[in-house]
């Protein structure tokens, strides 16, 4: 007969999956300091890698099923967590390195197996307690999801109590103290014992568990400098802020040459060790002369000074030069409220207070889009301290066709968008850019967005103008004064001739002057965009790697362009198809091994259906991870935030998938294969309804669209979280030992998820992914009433 699942085993995988999922958003906070954000899809996959191989060791080695070793996997769980944190520190993988050092993806690899100890010992607890026939598999499962959504809310407060460091030993602790009253004897000793270490080291030694950031990191590039000196380190949910001295925090990005004097004090600013920027003392105001020489100064000559918005301002030299221009209102929205907090802080104790400036934290697209405001200028600026095109595979909603819409949007008549970006040739982020603006303009109903559009370039930056309405004669001979005075080039005008280009920064060719004129014409713009070397098509929200350029065709030039160097290829993303081979690989052999360990006369493998079910696990596990971290990115925007994003997300889904499972144990007609079209079914609906969803969602407080959000995924949720104990409910009853590796084949494939998803969203966007995900629970109704339909046969 079977028995229930004892209350000790569910409470220790509560604290088992609540500190794994902590553990894992503590990693994702800690790769984007130590390597890079976008990095930190990794950890997904790092994960599941380790629940995977932990099916394969417990279908090969049959005694370790034995539920009376969970309390010892619990204790290598809490050990494991802070063990496989240091180890990984200590790994030599640096992605700067991997254009001349072919070891990198080696440790690469390293790095994937260190991490994912905790996450296989974890996969022990869970692969035993389905391995023993219970009635009710689907309290394991309830008790699994509800521990990993408390774990997604409860890193919150421990990123407000500290870094992400610190969050791997207080979940450590946590485990530890949760055995003190599940475990007994050595296992209770040995907790007592980890819970004392990891206290210590938080008091007494927390040196020895900073994350170790790559030397080529902006941050550490700067604390290099002669006299540069560390001042103060910020941690939130939002991420990590250092604040700086070093003569690499000179920031006046494109100032003009012909100014000569000083500039004033700068102290640095560093989100996350690799964005720089600067907060500019503002106390003197004659040091504050160089405003007038900067490129980003253009727009105060030809439009009103009555309301202007800074974008994303960071250290605020934006907000200077508008409040220098003699500006009577200005507001400003940061997307960092930890960068706002620490520069607010600084400069009210040392540089003194921007009176004029009203700020607000928030993603600026989405603040617009729930106000009516109109601007006379809108500043948004693409420049740090540093130049860097290192963006690859990360998403950025500022700069899509609909973000530029709701900047075109509010602009008051003869307003002005300006645009500022650093030049990095050969030319592909101003092109992409320009082309991106155009598609918006000619969406907000601009019959000849050519002849709203100035372009200036200096020796290091470039400057994009769109005015709402057409430029008049008077604008355009604002803009060649300002230019000639500053010699600073002008790029396009409308009208604009050729000899009037490059002229004072001179360069080789005038490839920005034509690539602008093709651009700006809407009859060969499209054979341009086409047979460009690099892809600079408009991106959308659906798709918002707006620093993605690469064209497979185009490899080879690509190469030659960037100088025969592999570096760009890695961080544009083509690490992605030599990580996915590698995890490939390994997965392969996890979920072969047990075939070789197993005699080929077992009962269990000689059932009908067998590799129908073990396909099923294969396609749920690919679908929950296709469509959640679809869901993730497509909440960004809406939520403002990566953190507050996944957090809401994956919250909403694992406890609506917990409660779907629970629920699944008392209503019969709910454990039925028709539950998987409903997810595929409420999977694609979510594409169709999210547009509609966000549009009422963004209006609302940050605090009523984390919880509209919450709400909206709970369904899903609720039916993703039943095909699984389903599964292995229908394990049990026809062969209790394959469970280890249908847990081995769902963790396994779930390792490629992340990875794949990444992929296929770089091609075709996300809605594809949740398709795709959609596509593989339909998949698996069909395994599912192709073997019950075998086995009543």
């Known amino acids: 007969m079977l028995s229930e699942p004892p209350r ?20 994702v906070r800690i790769f984007s300091v130590t390597l890079s954000y976008h990095f930190a899809f990794m950890v997904i996959s790092i994960a599941m890698l380790g629940i995977g191989a932990s099916g394969t060791m417990l279908s090969v080695a049959p005694a370790l099923r034995e539920l009376r070793r969970a309390p010892l996997y619990g204790l290598l769980l809490a050990l494991g967590i802070p063990l496989s944190y240091l180890l990984a520190n200590e790994v030599p993988f640096d992605p ?14 390293v790095y994937y197996l260190v991490l994912s100890i905790p996450f296989f010992c974890f996969g022990l607890i869970m692969a035993a307690a389905f391995s023993t026939p219970t009635e009710h598999p689907g309290a394991v499962y309830a008790s699994d999801l509800l521990g990993a959504g408390t774990g997604s809310l409860l890193v919150f407060l421990l990123f407000f109590l500290g870094g992400p460091e610190q969050t791997v030993l207080l979940v450590s602790s946590l485990i530890a103290a949760g055995l003190l009253f599940i475990a007994r004897g050595a296992v209770r000793g040995a907790a007592l014992l980890l819970l004392a270490l990891d206290i210590a080291a938080l008091v007494l030694q927390p040196q020895l568990i900073q994350p170790q950031m790559s030397p ?12 540069a000196e560390h001042l103060k380190t910020y941690h939130s949910p939002h991420g990590r802020v250092d604040v700086f001295r070093s003569l690499a925090a000179r920031y006046a990005p494109g100032l003009s040459l012909r100014y000569l004097d000083p500039l004033p004090d700068q102290t640095g600013v560093a989100v996350d060790g690799g964005d720089m920027h600067a907060i500019t003392d503002a106390r003197d105001r004659e040091r504050l002369a160089f405003l007038k020489y900067l490129p980003s100064s253009l727009p105060y000559h030809l439009a009103n000074k ?16 508008a409040e220098y221009n003699g500006v009577k209102r200005v507001s400003s929205v940061e997307s960092n409220p930890l960068v706002m907090s620490a520069v607010g802080q600084y400069r009210a104790g040392s540089y003194g207070a921007l009176d004029k400036v009203e700020r607000r934290a928030g993603l600026g697209r989405t603040r617009l889009k729930s106000s009516n405001a109109l601007f006379d200028v809108i500043d948004l600026s693409f420049m740090g301290s540093m130049p860097s095109a290192a963006f690859g595979f990360a998403e950025d909603y500022r700069f899509t066709v609909e973000a530029f819409k709701v900047y075109l949007d509010h602009l008051k008549p003869g307003g002005v968008l300006s645009l500022n970006l650093y030049l990095l040739p050969p030319p592909r982020t101003e092109l992409r850019f320009l082309a991106t603006l155009v598609e918006a303009a000619e969406a907000s109903g601009a019959r000849d967005a050519s002849s709203r559009i100035a372009a200036l370039r200096s020796w290091g930056t470039l400057t994009i103008l769109y005015k709402n309405g057409p430029l008049s004669r008077e604008d355009i001979d604002r803009l060649r004064a300002f230019c000639r005075e500053r010699r600073f080039d002008t790029v396009y005008y409308p009208g604009i001739r050729q000899e009037e280009s490059n002229i004072y920064v001179k360069m080789p060719g005038n490839e920005y002057f034509t690539a602008f004129e093709l651009l700006l014409d809407p009859e060969r ?42 570096q760009y290829f890695f961080e544009e993303g083509y690490l992605l198809p030599a990580l996915f081979a590698q995890v490939m690989v390994i997965s392969v052999l996890l979920i072969l091994l047990p075939l070789a360990a197993r005699p080929r006369s077992t009962p269990e493998r000689a059932a009908p259906g067998t590799l129908r079910l073990l396909s099923y696990f294969a396609a749920i596990g690919l679908g929950f991870l296709f469509i959640e971290t679809s869901l993730v990115q497509k909440m960004v925007m809406v939520l403002e935030h990566p953190a507050y994003a996944a957090g809401t997300v994956i919250a909403s889904l694992l406890a609506g998938s917990g409660a779907g499972s629970y629920a699944s144990l008392r209503t019969e ?19 169709a309804a999210l547009p509609a969803a966000n549009a009422f969602i963004t209006s609302q407080p940050l605090s009523v669209r984390i919880i509209a959000v919450f709400l909206f995924f709970l369904p899903l949720g609720f039916c993703m979280g039943i095909p699984l104990p389903l599964g ?4 049990q009853t026809r062969g209790p030992a394959l469970v280890p590796w249908a847990w081995a084949v769902n963790g396994c494939f779930s390792v490629l998820s992340p990875v794949l998803a990444v992929m296929i969203a770089l091609s075709t966007g996300f809605d594809a992914v949740i398709l795709c995900g959609a596509g593989l629970y339909a998949a698996g109704f069909l395994l599912l009433r192709t073997v019950t339909g075998q086995m009543t046969g």
């Not at 997810?679 to 609906?685: D, I």
């Open 669 to 687: 007609r709910l454990r039925s294969p028709v539950v998987l079209l409903v997810v595929a079914c409420l999977a694609a609906f979510s594409i």
């Open 525 to 566: 713009r499209p054979m341009f965009t086409e047979e460009a070397v690099f892809d600079i098509r408009p991106v959308r929200d659906d798709r918002p790697f707006a620093h993605y350029y690469l064209k497979a065709g185009n490899i080879r030039e690509i190469y030659r362009l960037m100088g025969e160097k592999w």
């Open 8 to 27: 000790r085993l569910l409470l220790l995988i509560f604290l088992s999956s609540l500190s794994c999922l902590a553990y894992e958003l503590a990693l």
């Open 728 to 731: 292995i409910s229908l394990l």
């Open 96 to 109: 700067a390195r991997l254009s001349w050092d072919r070891l990198q993806v080696l440790y690469l690899g």
């Open 216 to 227: 080529f990191k902006p941050l550490l590039v700067a604390l290099r400098f002669p006299g």
């Open 306 to 321: 009555e309301d202007v918005l800074v974008l994303d301002p960071k250290g605020g030299l934006a907000e200077l030069v």
